[in-house]
Each structure stands twice: as structure tokens, then as C-alpha cells.
């Protein structure tokens, strides 16, 4: 069983930055896909932002240029650094994780609001 907490959301002015981090339990951390979602109030939830186990990345069009997502695979983290933030960026933010051992798994975090005030 895998276990994914986020921190670092909060409140920010637009403008602003924030560092979300994800902190995973287990072992099959290293041999996975990372990855942030985001789901503002009333709209389906969106990728923001994912990084395989090569390192490759891959961002939602709207980030691009401010968002960059990282991994340190000793201390089974994952992070999203997020630069000049606006106010369409305020919604919760998941981390996600999945792979295929060759069964396939993915997990979800419990959330971090984001609010970003104009």
C-alpha cells in the first residue's frame, strides 16, 4: 500500500509562488509516474503536471512557462514549483502515482487547496 501526503498549499497573491511537496511511502516510488492534478469548484479535475520514472515531463498548456515539476527518488518526493501564479490557478491540487509492475496501480493524495487572491 502506497501513501501520498501533499503539503505546502495555502494562500498566495497573484503573481506569488508556492513549492507543493508530496511525500510517498513504499518502495515501487522510483519506478513510477508522478504526477500533480488540479480540480477547481465545479470543473473536472485537470493534469497540471506529470514527470516519469526517465525524468521526462510534460505540462497542461495553461503552466507552461510557470509551473516545473521535480522528483528526488531518495526521499521519495515530488515537487511542483509554481511561479507567478493567478487566480484561475486556485483549486485543490493531487498528487498521483502510478506504474505497471506489470499489474497497473495508481494512488491519490488527500489534496492541498490552492488559492490564489487577485
Known amino acids: 500500500q502506497v501513501q501520498l501526503v501533499e503539503s505546502g498549499g495555502g494562500l498566495v497573491q497573484a503573481g506569488g509562488s508556492l513549492r507543493l511537496s508530496c511525500a510517498a511511502s513504499?518502495?515501487?516510488?522510483?519506478?513510477?509516474?508522478l504526477g500533480w492534478y488540479r480540480q477547481a469548484p465545479g470543473k473536472q479535475r485537470e493534469l497540471v503536471a506529470d514527470?516519469?520514472?526517465?525524468?521526462?515531463?510534460n505540462y497542461a498548456d495553461s503552466v507552461k512557462g510557470r509551473f516545473t515539476i521535480s522528483r528526488d527518488n531518495a526521499k521519495n518526493t515530488v515537487y511542483l514549483q509554481m511561479n507567478s501564479l493567478k487566480p484561475e490557478d486556485t483549486a485543490v491540487y493531487y498528487c498521483?502515482?502510478?506504474?505497471?509492475?506489470?499489474?497497473?496501480?495508481?494512488?491519490w493524495g488527500q489534496g492541498t487547496q490552492i488559492t490564489v487572491s487577485a
Open positions: 514527470i516519469t520514472r526517465d525524468g521526462w515531463t
Open positions: 498521483h502515482l502510478n506504474g505497471r509492475l506489470p499489474a497497473a496501480y495508481y494512488y
Open positions: 513504499g518502495s515501487i516510488f522510483s519506478i513510477s509516474t
